[in-house]
């Protein structure tokens, strides 16, 4: 698979007992990025499998504590475990001043370091970057200051044909020339059509996070055209004066977000805990756009 | 039911998606009283249906965060949920400083107030009483100051035999007299003899709860004699050095406890992650105290 998201929480502020707080593993190109951290969050790692090791970037859109009461835990045991690779995580410059003293309480000789690195609040930031994936963060308008995160593969290389190889005999630095997209000219001095040569690239995938924020049509230029949305759907639109109120979405409104970006797949998330039953959500969201399905706890969602 | 016993989490320091770690909730007539909590207790509360108003009093053993890090979620969510009678935090004297800063940033106009009580670490010392219950600590042995905590219920009233009131035409204050215990003298003269008139008092129950803790045999004279003990068992007996470098008991060891104690059942937990089968420590403690179980999350335990 060439990118997963694995749900780990997806309540809004009060969990129960089988839907935990904020806190999910998106995998893309072999990479494994936690978002949020709620509490519980190593429990449900464990619950889903997920090897400790692989996270090395946290990202934490806010700070409050139903996204990032989990980390004490995951810290402390990352620790005991005997970690020795770097966790990076990205959050306001807040948290590392909060953190400091517990970790020095808690969690003397980490064998591992902490290295924090403060989002900003203005305007898109590319915040990671490796050979294979970006991640920015952009601003979200909820009651502190908060960030959604994009994740973005990047562009991929076409693969060479096997029986191009053999048919034109071609050399190493022919072969890197056709896959940088250059034209390559046959014996009989004419182009030959790519599609002859190459298997054309994948094309790169992308993940969106939204969560939390009130209903800000600012990001849709932003997220314009991810594979998967996830966005915040706490409430139904009945409830939609409590939502501003809170600085919340309905799930009408993500679903609105959704359209208007011309997203493939909305994920809603974050849902408050008064609904015993989320379907009059999720039917409020596909009267807007189709592609809407509501996460639930310890699925994985994936795109090929 | 008189007393149980509610398993939130049973697992040491790494805890496992079924075994989380160190929670769980006493009810003895009719008071709820949270031991430790480890993360997830607020979910573990809401999976087993505890009502979050009961619970007022918290008795945190030691600061080791797999006996504390769900303490901040379950404040916040208290407060999210409106409540306002007072929390009573037993803990030691640096919990609250170390607290402060993340209630001050998180947990902003929380409605209720949160009284933190500092343990001492010398002797044994009622920490609570109320009518029914008293609260004990005991110094437990491990490395920070740790305290166990031992439930009694008070002595109990006998209930008078209703045919006696009739038959000896008993008075209130004859019957309040009686029920205290004071000898009854019938109209012929004679003293009436006691089990005519009441039914005796039930024996008031009692809990001890020991973890974390190196094999310590000053506990014995403390929690003599007690219906329950639940006692750490975080290792094999085959892992004896290991619990003596680390300040843990092994289950023969603690098995050793409760005989000695004579106690009334041993409830085994705190185990190391490194157990798929707690089979052999069960083993060898029932080698040397029969009325022993393994404890399992999520399970209750009760005595009638």
Redesign the interface.
Known sequence: MALSLTILGSNS?????DR??TAQILRVSERFFLIDCG??T???L??NKVNFNKISQIFLSH????HI??L??LI??FG??GRRNALHIHAHE?LKG?LE??LN???TDLPYNIEFHDLTYDEPTIIYEDKKVTVESFPLSHRVPTCGFLFKEKPKQANIRKEAIKKYDLKVREIVAIKAGETFIGEDGNPVPPEELVIPAPKPLSYAFCSDTRYYRRVIPIIKGVDILYHEATFAHELKDLAKRTSHTTAKQAATIARDAEVGQLLLGHFSSRYKDLTPLLKEAKAVFDNAILVRDNEMYVLE
């Open positions: 502020a009060l969990p129960t007992s935990y707080p509490e519980g190593q429990m449900q464990r619950r700070l409050h504590g139903d009461f989990g004490m835990g402390s045991t005991l475990l807040d909060l003293p517990h309480y808690f969690c």
